[in-house]
């Protein structure tokens, strides 16, 4: 393969402001396009496809952000073909690497990878045959074809010696064209996936000055960018996609998919009721068609896929997927469900990576915050470090380790859905109750990794009934406004505008109503007062029914005061609560109201919340937050005059639509509420069932 002329403009800074290698044509774009079409069969490029290859033709250092299933690989597999020498690509999962390689020696391309597993004798072919490019000047002689790619996964940069010297011969004779790194976001602390032998990557720049790196993610906030650039010591961001300046190129792709319509249903309080809900919308809407039910853990997939099975009378066909399930059924099932015999894969989030089936047309979330410690159940994870003593320490060896990789829930779970471009369906089911299972799930992840915000950021999306949720994306996930569209240049409109498909931009004005719920706020932060002064501890679901003068109007505290308890679980006792005196009334608000109202007050730090581990599970209490006084130092008099700050949440209105079609009903959810969040006696019941 020869090699081609450099860039049609030969001293780029010379053109500044000029060039973009989003739309400007160049000596290689012919032969790109080609190529493309010939070796891979794909048409057109997609998103910001065409202008990664061409910033990589170009030999710049680029970070390139596009959704899953947004076509990243070919972003440097297709220049890789253009380009004399070997691209090195470093990735995460040893299954991702093997789907890849498999792609590319089906277009007969040849492809290599090694790791830990690799024989010694496979190892050594590979080390002799690049040793040979090297050593060539032309390739004739050599044995075997040219190696193109050669994925690894970032242990071995950090701990093979020989593997580095390796690359560095090929570097220097100028053979090594290019190192990609794969789910780049996992270098950094900050973001969801930290993998310590990312930050060991730093050392790629220092080895091979002269060999540009791409960075590829599928999510990459702002501040995990930055720690990106600097970790992997590439210069600074300057002008996006132009091609003129000396920075690193950015390219981002918009982190929404048109034809994905997300929405947030209300989800019915009883276990059988969400099954009714699921189960009627599908088949309502999907009843033909594949889809993904996320579910939080493995018993719920278990649970769901019977359920949909026997609320349906067997017409949807479901199957279960985690990490339990053996390998053997695990294949079986993804080809049943290829071939469409098992429509519905009730699964964990263990399901999905590196999956590419097409017409995926629905993908629902039964609960929120689809975010479990891969490979480890969050109750077995609790029954070990009860019963083995494991230290903290040891959970936190555990969470460094590589097989343990977590996923973000709405970019990457979602992202299953429709990649064949037709019109699909995210729905994520939430009840403000799902909060507590959030935070005890995300509070085992801050013991591990100490990152916070997250199930705020979840909660905020799933209660938030106005703004469009393609914004809501693109403001979590994506750059700030103006990066983001200098690298998009002509897409600011679009960038700005509301979808039109998603719930909030179909929800019509006369369904939503704001009101000024200040005094039920301090009813609220007034009773969570009292009952922390008296040791006391509630849930949310337990504290929304003690305002309302439901449930008895009394709490469990734990006799002995302040942390020590006497021994086991301490002893009991329940406390009445005298409403009138301590808040002026029951607060006037639906059981439903009340606890959004209890989430806004949480994301607000008005309230906060405790954790308190038993044997089998966390359990989650709420806590007056820092900001509680700032509403409880006025008296109710005060509070009813509209005196200081005031606290608005939009509520939508109870049509005769939304809520009924749900099958909610307010006793089941009052019995649940009492049940959903067990103390260590009941999850011991939960155990036996397992
Ligand atoms: P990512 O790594 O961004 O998640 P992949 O690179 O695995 O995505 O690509 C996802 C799928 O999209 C693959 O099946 C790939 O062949 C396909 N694909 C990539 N680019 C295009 C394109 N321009 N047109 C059509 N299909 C494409
Ligand atoms: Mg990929």
Known sequence: SKSLAPAKPSGKASQAGSLNYMTEFFEWSGELKARMREVFGIQKFRLCQEGVCNASMDGRDIVCIMPTGGGKSLTYQLPALLNPGLTLVISPLISLITDQILHLREFGVEAVMLMGSTSKEESRDIYSRLAAAANSKNRNGLAGPEIKFCYVTPEKIAASKSFTSMLEKLANAGKLSRIVIDEAHCVSQLGHDFRPDYKKLSILRQLFPRVPILALSATCPPKVLKDLLTTLRLKPIVNGTAATADGTVYFSAPLYRKNLHYTVAPKPSSASGVIK??????????????????????????????????????KIRTGVYHADVHDRTKAELHERWRRGDVKVVCATIAFGLGIDKGDVRFVLHHSVGLRCIKGIDINIFLRCLNLWKVTIRHVYRAANHPSILTRSLLNQESGRAGRDGNDSDCILYFRPQDASRLSALVFMKKLTCGFDHEVQDMLRFAIDVEECRKLQFARYFSMSASLSMSAWGTAETDAHARCGHCDNCKRPPEAMERRDVTLPAWQILRVSQVIERMSGRVTMGMLADLVRGAGGGSFGAVVGGRGRGKGKGGAKEKIGLDLDEIAGGKVQLGKEETEILIVQLFLSGHLGESFHSTAYSINVYVTPGPGALRITRYSKEDVESGRGQRIQVTFLRKGKDAAKKNGRSTKTGDEEASRAYSSGAKGKKRKRGE
């Open 277 to 314: 809900a699921m189960t009627k919308y599908i088949l309502d809407h999907h009843r033909n068609d594949s889809g993904i039910v996320y579910c939080m853990s493995k018993k719920d997939t278990e649970t769901v896929a019977q359920g949909l099975a026997e609320e349906s009378g067997g």
